[in-house]
């Protein structure tokens, strides 16, 4: 059976993991072996106790001596020494869990950053929570007090069949027999619950998705009366997660009862031979009492120690999560010999660009643009139509797929991704507004700016505009997602984020959508301050906005339609833009 259990713990990948987490543990492996050794005592200290009853009852009962104060007073010093013990094990077992968990939680937390843009298109905000945070602190500080439960049982056990042995050789081999066939039923434990385990996983993290998606999308649901829907749904989830904990319980919650009357059956087995044996005068009264007080203290420990077992293997299921995550390797990343991009003085080279985020659709195809430097190029086309996409190449969000992206004649991968992404300022469409104040997220820009540099950007983007009506000017607290902003205040801080980081590159998807007429004049002003001297990609649905870039760019389905500037554009008769154009001005 040892062989048994041996063969599963290494199909776990419990020795590769083991591998793995050793650095989290080094740092504190003293404590993390102490906290594991002193179940041995503590689980000892049970066949103590019940090994000293033998004397007890042999001096007591048969020699009617009253020598044996000793005994109880053994007793109280050695429950008292296992209670110290215990508590220091709960201490020092939590204390090094928990470190190893912020530990390998920090690490996750750092590689979850820097994963693809991909990864976060593909996944949910409650898979994230429940992979990188509880998968870590079940595989960290649940295993660990897992091990501690099951290792100071087996220690118990362990010990408590000594003093069976030492009692009765005879009785306790009925015992072993029994126990064998007891624990059998473990070794099967893994393969029932594992699918299950991972289901539930996912299960639950659909539930923490629906709190967040119950969060964001509040307005939403409000506006469109969501709520019968939105709480059928999360019912429906619920439902799941409780079938699947039952299934759990179907599947392992036998295990104990079952436990729990094969050793009743070996108890009652044993009193009956042992009562033989003492008549037969093979045992003295005193070993049998010793026997069975042995017997009684073994019962505990055997019948949790499935449960242990049971929460070790879960505990290890969440440990092959975590290192699933942990191996993950980035597709996006620094080529060996990556070089730093310090200027753009050699422009920006679209060649033969192709991209797809899926095999099923191609988004954009057969791309080839120049952008020289300080020019500024507008993307016009139809919704869709890969516009967003395009931008998002150039600082790698995503590869392309087909061909490639030159910088000063360069493949962009030839770059290191930080300073590649360093000569571009991003103003999305919908820009993310950390929790904090207007400063602290305009500083996002750049974290070591000077005042000046401050209330340049602040001044540049219009932002000033409305904070000088805040009580709190810059230090106004603005919620999460900016909640407390308009959307063109919020685009406006995003542009004063991009300005404050001064980059040589300016991309703009739709960054003025937000605003009215007036407030986009205005915003208009900040754009044109942002864009000037600079080399500029904007996206912009109103065309009266890109009417003075030096080059338009109609992309239609993927494709370019056209190149050219307005007045070529306007002045061809057949031109998509000049339609759409005249459409607008209308
Ligand atoms: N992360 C993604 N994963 C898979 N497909 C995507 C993803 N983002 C966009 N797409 C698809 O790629 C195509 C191009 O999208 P893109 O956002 O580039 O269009 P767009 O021209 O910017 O449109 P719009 O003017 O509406 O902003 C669309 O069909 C879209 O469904
Ligand atoms: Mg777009």
Not at 190 to 206: G, L, M, P, W, Y
Not at 286 to 298: D, R
Not at 317 to 325: G, H, K, P, S
Request: aromatic share 10%; proline share 3%.
């Amino acid at each position: 059976m040892l062989k048994n259990l041996f063969a599963k713990l290494k199909k776990t990948n419990f020795i590769v993991n083991y591998r793995q987490m050793w650095p989290f543990i080094r740092p504190y492996w003293p404590v993390a072996l102490l906290a594991v050794f002193i179940t041995i005592p503590i689980g000892a200290l049970d066949g103590v106790i019940a090994w000293a009853l033998k004397p007890y009852m042999d001096v007591v009962m048969l020699e009617k001596s009253t020598n044996t104060l000793w005994i109880p007073v053994l007793i109280v010093i050695f429950s008292a020494t296992q209670s110290a013990l215990t508590f220091t094990a709960s201490y020092t077992n939590a204390w090094v869990g928990n470190r190893i968990a912020s530990d390998v939680k920090i690490k996750l937390f750092e590689k979850l950053l820097q994963f693809d843009t991909s990864y976060f298109d593909t996944n949910t905000s409650g898979n994230v929570v429940m992979r990188f945070n509880r998968d870590v602190d079940s595989a960290c500080a649940g295993l660990l007090h897992n091990i501690k439960q099951f290792s100071t049982r087996f220690f118990s056990s362990v010990t408590l069949l000594g003093v069976l042995f030492y009692n009765s050789w005879q009785l306790a081999l009925i015992a072993v027999i029994i126990l064998f066939a007891a624990l059998f039923p473990l070794t099967q434990v893994r393969k029932r619950i594992k699918d299950i385990n991972q289901q539930s996983v996912f299960t639950n993290a659909e539930v923490l998705t629906h709190y967040n998606e119950s969060f964001g999308g509040n307005r939403v649901i409000t506006s469109y009366n969501l709520y019968d829907y939105q709480t059928a749904r999360f019912d429906d989830t619920l439902h799941r997660v409780f079938k699947l904990g039952m299934k759990m319980v179907q599947r392992t919650g036998m295990l104990s009862p079952l436990m729990h009357f094969v050793v009743s059956l070996g108890i009652a087995l044993v009193i009956w031979v042992g009562s033989w044996l003492i008549l037969s005068h093979q045992i003295t009264a005193g070993n049998f009492v010793s026997f069975v007080a042995a017997l009684i203290l073994l019962y505990n420990p055997i019948k949790s120690i499935g449960n242990s077992f049971n929460n070790v293997q879960i505990a290890l299921m969440a440990m092959d999560r975590v290192f699933e995550l942990m191996n993950n390797v980035p597709q996006i990343v620094d080529a060996p010999n990556a070089e730093q991009l310090t200027n753009i003085s050699g422009g920006i080279e679209y060649k033969n660009v192709g991209f797809s985020y899926t095999r099923e659709k191609q988004v954009l195809e057969n791309i080839n643009l120049k952008i020289n430097k300080g020019e500024t190029v507008a993307l016009v086309g139809n919704s869709g139509g890969g516009k967003s996409t395009f931008v998002s190449l150039l600082p790698r969000f995503y590869d392309v797929t087909q061909g490639q992206i030159l910088i000063n004649n360069k493949d962009i991968r030839q770059y290191s991704i930080q300073s590649l992404r360093q000569q571009m300022s991003i103003v999305f469409q919908d820009n993310y507004i950390f929790a904090g104040t207007i400063r602290e997220n305009i500083m996002l820009g750049k974290k070591n700016a000077t005042e000046e540099e401050l209330q340049n950007a602040v001044h540049n983007a219009y932002v000033d505009a409305f904070v000088k009506d805040l009580p709190n000017g810059l230090d106004t607290q603005i919620g999460e997602r900016g909640s407390l902003l308009s959307g063109g205040q919020k685009q406006r801080i995003a542009i004063a984020r991009a300005f404050l980081k001064n980059a040589p590159i300016v991309i703009l998807d739709e960054a003025t959508s937000a605003l009215d007429n007036k407030s986009e004049a205005e915003v208009q002003k900040a754009l044109d301050n942002l864009m000037a001297d600079r080399t500029v990609i904007v996206i912009a649905h109103r065309l009266s906005t890109v009417r003075h870039a030096d080059k338009i760019v109609v992309i239609n389905y993927g494709k370019i339609a056209e190149t050219g500037t307005h007045n070529e554009l306007i002045n061809n008769p057949n031109s998509i833009y000049g339609a759409l154009y005249h459409a607008q001005m209308k």
